[in-house]
T-cell receptor, first 114, second 113 residues
Framework: DAGVTQSPTHLIKTRGQQVTLRCSPK?????VSWYQQALGQGPQFIFQ???????QRGNFPDRFSGHQFPNYSSELNVNALLLGDSALYLC?????????????FGQGTRLTVV | AQSVTQLGSHVSVSEGALVLLRCNYS??????LFWYVQYPNQGLQLLLK??????LVKGINGFEAEFKKSETSFHLTKPSAHMSDAAEYFC???????????FGAGTRLTVKP
């Protein structure tokens, strides 16, 4: 089992650009959540996807959007990048029937905005 | 809304000494509580979790935590620290019917030889 995989592992973007991050959930998991972890802080919930729809959203602007595909993989898109968007972006997947008690995290994507 | 507070952003112990990382939570309903470990440039690995069963929870790598409702605490302990335990530790809380897992700011554990 490959676990939760994220790509790319690192990337550098310029202010104002757009970025897409990708996540493949653990086998058998149908729910994907995205988190932003700024340097020296704990992760913050961005949103969660289930059945290809955004089920819940944290306190993030509309510049952050996402998508879930029929195979349960997910993308996180960030438009009009700001320097403050520099962070580690973590994807977590959860299995059916254990949504609130299981969350497996990927290795993350380190985004640097210059 | 639910939240957690981790007391002490940095904890330093000697190898073989007791590890105690503190976490207090706030929740209006019974919580699910988690401890995760993060090594440099890596994601989060689950150490243990409380999901309303036994209040003393045993996890991986010799760690355990006790849920104390009266103190709203979920402190993480390990009897004897190992050099490989040096990492960042995060306490997190979640409640039923809310998909937003709230994390503390983290505690960096240093283990001295």
């Amino acid at each position: 089992d490959a676990g939760v995989t994220q790509s790319p592992t690192h990337l550098i973007k310029t202010r104002g650009q757009q970025v897409t991050l990708r996540c493949s959930p653990k086998s058998g998991h149908d729910t994907v959540s995205w988190y932003q972890q700024a340097l020296g802080q704990g992760p913050q919930f961005i949103f969660q996807y289930y059945e290809e729809e955004e089920r819940q959203r944290g306190n993030f602007p509309d510049r952050f959007s996402g998508h879930q595909f029929p195979n349960y993989s997910s993308e996180l898109n960030v438009n009009a990048l700001l320097l403050g968007d520099s962070a580690l972006y973590l994807c977590a997947s959860s299995p059916p029937e254990q949504l609130y008690t299981e969350a497996f995290f990927g290795q993350g994507t380190r985004l640097t905005v210059v | 809304a639910q939240s957690v507070t981790q007391l002490g952003s940095h904890v330093s112990v000697s190898e073989g000494a007791l590890v105690l990382l503190r976490c207090n939570y706030s929740s209006s309903v019974p919580p699910y509580l988690f401890w995760y470990v993060q090594y440099p440039n890596q994601g989060l690995q689950l150490l243990l979790k409380y999901t309303s069963a036994a209040t003393l929870v045993k996890g991986i790598n010799g760690f355990e935590a006790e849920f104390k409702k009266s103190e709203t605490s979920f402190h993480l302990t390990k009897p004897s620290a190992h050099m490989s335990d040096a990492a960042e530790y995060f306490c997190a809380v979640r409640i039923y019917n809310n998909n937003d897992m709230r994390f503390g700011a983290g505690t960096r554990l240093t283990v001295k030889p």
